[in-house]
């Protein structure tokens, strides 16, 4: 008895310290604590070159506050998660040049106790010269400052905001309103307070890479005075990796560091160090703060949490409904479980404690960063115990324990033998060679979830049907035939996934005895045939059902109808399924409908219509669904329409006509999915109709010409996808100027924003495509919005297009817009068209240098130029492209841009409508010195010369294999003149025995001028058309040597 006592004296103490380490129960802090020195408190101050890798952000931030000074007020939160590094970037921003003119600079450290007063007076003590010895009182605060800073401009950052009360958010954004221009800069960890303070799109901070986590732990290590540092490197890397981009982690490992030698450095990266090493005011801890802040019912979500492997992918729904499994989640009077859960996964991601996956699926994935799951592990600690093949967690009270995670495992004992009989959850991971008996389950009756994803399940162990608690379970891609007998003694059961099960060939009545199913995921079971009818007469309570990729399955009972709860229902690539159930309309709940890639549906029953809570539909693919048209009209809450691939060349049957109309009825429509479909050459007018319409996909419509101007007027438009229409409808794009659209890439085009201080090239600053086509440049309204995108960074970048509108009106002068926006060294291809200035920028002027890897560059209509940029030095270019330079007449020697040997490389050559270029000096100093001279391009192949009237040729004819002249008649007539020119300094270098093809087109050339064609006697092939002075052929081309005649 005394035994017993001790060990519940001890249980009850460890409760104790939870409840007061984790606040698990509603706060109690006492008042005095308030008033404790914070240890947390920040200053302005900072040492710049100790903040690593934060430099690209503060230039995005600086700008994003100087782009707003047509605002008053101005506020800019920072959010991100804890050490991510945001107090360092303000610190970076408040002593950036920019602000250092600023009439007042404030810092404002606000911390977790919200006090408004104290805010106040903190503002006004270091604007005034009165220090701390006046406190105001709320009203006097108001008036104060706006007598402070009244016409002033002033910058102020609020530090680590963490309170959430809507009164108290507005309050301090009604005392941050006074007559003067203040920009205010705040940091918090939340992403909800970070909505609802700001006055312009949060910043959401990312973390850093690997190699910053490295050079931080370098730095604060002093890795470069120790005698071992190669060794060291090494190991080094694996521990930067640990830090996951966490500023503060790696801070905090670097100092722990620099007393170690390299075995203690390895022992480190080899072991669990996050929630041992690190002091009281590091990471973990730092982490722990914003998990104690949560309130209770969050707490106790995020950390169940901890019994996935890190880096795990978590499926929203999955994680809700086992949250529902266990009890953590009640329905109140007004949300459901599942709303309530969905409420929980957006506050744990607004704080960073979960994290959207980049994993591309139809459902919504998260992940944890790798310390914050670490959090959740120290949080559970005693409740949680986990297995694999070389350890079992030493959990001192194993046999209590509640949840239990199996990673890696593979040994043969059974799993009564070594889990708890007091388990609520057990999940299994990577797990392929563990093998379930049919008697492992027998040991425990208290289980609610289990999921086995990753088990090697040949026949669905029959001790599950014992499970009577058990509510969730996931068990894929079992071997069994029928549908799992044990399955159907779970009374309890609201959550079925047997997704990939692709032996189960029928879904028989028995399944019908889940009164209680929610959620059934039958996914890939693609040898499923039948659905008998008696299967879904059960399961009245059945909210999701997906049946996609069972790809035999050719019909679905008539009585699925029965089901009018469902909400979601996915038949997606069900590619024998030709007909959906008469009564279909019935499903009054269904907000979730996909049948894409049914290609055997050829008809869509009239009931279809009667769907009207219907929200999501895709029907991409069904290229065989006929008239369908008339269905659309009952879809009045419709948000998401995907056709894309109905409307091609294979289609039978009716075609867009009559489609269109309907479509425009459905106003609440945010997404319209219209690609890949060949037959579609026009949008009618009503389109405009869709006043919510966000998405309007025509990728591939390569038969669209235009689009109607109604289109343009839809105010909530935010992406148009034009990828892989025709150049007409681009084209189109460029000269309509849409005010509110972003084009998609790879084309972009400026708008802007009516009442915004900016445009919308902003958009451009986190995205690196290959190829980028920006147009209506004239919209840029800042410098710094130009120098924010850092175009310079974006090292994938191959193919770069400018465009400004031809004498469109400017906000800013096109040279200082083109010197904000220097390409990254390794881009190829380069086109400017519309440049409206008569100087380039210093960049450009130094092209070479900037630009060494450039291929192919096309300067278009650049009216006011009047030199050209020295691209000779550029020593990869291969394609020059000369067009509409109305202002220029002449190219020379500058256009090499040395005396060294230009154009090296150079094969294609092209002047074209040069209206006003009167001369082209032909030839440059070889390497033979000055006394030497030689062809500009020695290693020409295409040269084209267009519509340049006034253009003559200097000194040398060119070299050439193919040559295009179209209405240039002096490029003809100046032939003689270069017979005249001394041609004792010409180099050997200089030679016509290239000259190959000649086409001369539109010109009115004297029968007597063509004579000089004797200066290319090695051409062999001439072709002369429209030449209307040309009434017979001169004598002078008889005479070429090397040209052929075809037989006549």
């Known amino acids: 008895m005394a035994n017993k006592m001790k060990k519940m004296r001890d249980q009850l103490r460890k409760i104790k310290e939870g409840h007061e380490a984790f606040r698990l129960t509603p706060d109690s802090t006492p008042y005095n604590e308030h008033h404790r020195p914070d240890p947390r408190e920040t200053t302005s101050k900072v040492i710049q070159s100790s903040i690593i890798g934060r430099d ?31 107090t360092a970037l303000a610190q970076l921003v408040f002593n950036d040049t920019q602000f250092r003119g600023y009439d007042h600079r ?143 982690a790696a801070h905090a490992l670097g100092f722990l560091l620099s007393g170690m030698d390299l075995v203690e450095w390895r022992a480190l990266s080899n072991s669990d160090i996050w929630t041992e090493a690190f002091s009281d005011n590091s990471v973990l801890p730092s982490l722990k703060l914003t998990y104690k802040n949560m309130p209770p019912y969050l707490r106790l979500c995020f950390a169940y949490c901890a019994i996935f492997p890190k880096g ?48 591309h699926t139809e459902q919504e994935v998260f992940t944890m960063h790798d310390m914050v799951h670490d959090v959740a592990r120290s949080v559970m600690d005693e409740e949680l115990v986990f297995f694999n093949d070389t350890k079992i967690s030493s959990t001192t009270e194993q046999k209590f324990c509640h949840y239990a995670l199996l990673e890696n495992y593979s040994k043969s004992s059974n799993l009564s033998t ?25 040991f425990t009756k208290f289980l609610r979830v289990l999921d086995l994803t990753d088990c090697s399940i040949r026949i669905l162990p029959s001790s599950i049907g014992k499970l009577k608690q058990l509510r969730f379970l996931i068990a894929p891609n079992i071997g069994d035939n029928v549908f799992p007998k044990s399955i159907t003694l779970l009374p309890k059961l609201k959550y079925l996934d047997l997704h990939g099960s692709f032996r189960i060939s029928a879904l028989q009545g028995s399944i019908s005895k889940h009164a209680c199913l929610i959620h059934l995921d039958l996914s890939g079971c693609s040898n499923i045939r039948v659905i008998q009818p008696e299967a879904l007469c059960g399961l009245t309570k059945l909210q999701f059902l997906n049946l996609s990729w069972c790809s035999i399955l050719q019909i ?94 294979t289609r039978v049957g009716d075609n867009w006509d009559g489609y269109p109309e309907t479509i425009s009825t459905l106003n609440d429509l945010e997404y319209l999915n219209l690609s890949r479909n060949s037959r579609i050459d026009y949008l009618p007018r009503s389109l405009g109709n869709l006043k919510k319409l966000q998405t309007l996909d025509l990728s591939y419509c390569r038969s669209l010409r235009s689009l109607p101007h109604s289109i343009e007027l839809i105010d909530s438009l935010e992406f148009l996808i034009v990828v892989g229409c025709s150049d ?33 090239l902003h958009m451009l600053e986190d995205i690196n495509p290959v190829r980028l086509e920006i147009s209506c440049l004239e919209n840029v309204k800042s410098i710094e919005e130009a120098r924010g995108i850092e175009l310079s960074e974006k090292q994938n970048l191959s193919t770069l297009t400018f465009h400004w509108t031809s004498r469109a009106d400017r906000l800013l002068e096109d040279k200082d817009v083109l010197g904000e926006l220097m390409p990254p060294r390794g881009l190829w291809n380069l086109s400017i068209q519309g440049y409206d200035s008569t ?61 060294k040997g230009a154009f090296r490389k150079l094969k294609v050559f092209t002047l074209r ?37 006034m253009l003559r040729l200097k000194l040398c004819p060119p070299m050439f294999h193919s040559w295009l002249i179209s209405e240039s008649d002096k490029v003809i007539s100046s032939w003689g003149e270069i017979r005249h020119q001394p041609a004792a300094s010409v180099s050997h270098s200089f030679s016509s025995s290239s000259d190959t093809n000649l086409e001369i087109k539109g010109v009115g050339v004297a029968a007597d001028e063509w004579r000089l064609l004797h200066h290319h006697p090695t051409l062999q092939q001439l072709e002369i058309s429209w030449c209307k002075n040309l009434l017979h052929l001169p004598d002078a081309i008889r005479h070429l040597p090397s040209l052929s005649y075809p037989n006549s």
């Open 56 to 86: 690209k952000e503060r230039k995005q931030v600086v700008s994003l506050l100087s782009a707003s000074d047509e605002e008053d007020t101005v506020i800019l939160p920072i959010y991100g998660f804890g050490g991510i590094g945001k």
């Open 106 to 248: 404030v810092w404002v450290y606000v911390s977790q106790v919200f006090d408004l007063k104290k805010i106040g007076n903190t503002i006004i003590s270091q604007v005034s010269n009165e220090g701390n010895k006046n406190e105001y009182t709320r009203e006097n605060i108001n008036g104060r400052l706006c007598d402070l800073l009244e016409d002033k401009n002033t910058l102020i950052v609020l530090d680590d905001l963490w309170e959430t009360n809507d009164f108290h958010l507005n309050e301090l954004n009604l005392m941050l309103n006074t007559k003067g221009k203040i920009k205010v800069l705040v940091t918090t960890r939340n992403e909800d307070v970070a909505k609802k303070i700001c006055t312009h799109k949060p910043y959401r901070l990312n973390p850093l890479d690997s190699t910053m986590c490295w050079n931080i732990i370098k730095q604060r290590s002093n890795l470069e005075a120790r005698g071992d540092k190669d060794q060291i490197e090494q190991v080094g890397w694996v521990i930067a990796k640990k830090c996951g981009g966490i500023a503060l």
């Open 312 to 359: 795990h992918n978590i499926a929203k729904a999955s994680l809700v409904h086992q949250w529902i499994a266990l009890g953590f989640i009640e329905p109140s009077k007004t949300f459901s479980s599942v709303r309530l859960g969905e409420k929980y996964i957006r506050q744990l991601v607004g704080m960073s404690f979960l994290q959207r996956s980049i994993l």
């Open 418 to 442: 070594i889990l708890p009989a007091t388990l609520r959850a057990v999940h299994t991971s990577n797990c392929s060679k563990l093998v379930l008996q049919g008697d492992e389950f027998s």
């Open 556 to 649: 679905l009972p008539e009585n699925i109808a029965s089901l009018t709860e469902l909400q979601y229902l996915n038949l997606s690539n069900c590619f024998l399924l030709s007909q959906l159930p008469s009564h279909i309309g019935s499903l009054t709940e269904l907000q979730y409908l996909n049948l894409s890639g049914c290609q055997g549906l050829v008809k869509l029953p009239m009931s279809f219509r009667n769907l009207k809570n219907l929200v999501h539909l895709d029907l991409s693919g069904c290229s065989r669904v006929q008239d369908f048209k008339q269905v659309f009209g009952g879809l009045t809450k419709l948000q998401y329409l995907n056709l894309s691939k109905i409307f091609g060349r």
């Open 728 to 760: 007409q409808l681009k084209e189109y794009l460029r000269k309509s100027q849409f005010k509110n659209i972003p084009i998609s890439l790879p084309h972009f085009i400026v708008h802007s924003i009516s009442g915004d201080s900016r445009s919308n």
């Open 839 to 899: 100087t380039f920028p210093t960049w450009f002027v130094g092209i070479s240098h900037h630009l060494p890897s450039l291929v192919k560059i096309e300067l278009k209509d650049l009216h006011r130029c009047r030199h050209l940029p020295p691209l000779g030095q550029l020593p990869n270019l291969n394609e020059v492209h000369l067009q509409q330079m109305d202002s220029l007449t002449k190219i020379d020697g500058g256009f090499c841009g040395g005396d």
């Open 913 to 949: 409508d040069m209206k006003q270029l009167e001369e082209w000096s032909t030839t440059t100093h070889s390497k033979g010195g000055e006394d030497s001279i030689e062809f500009m391009f020695p290693m020409l192949v295409t040269l084209s010369i267009e519509l340049c009237p």
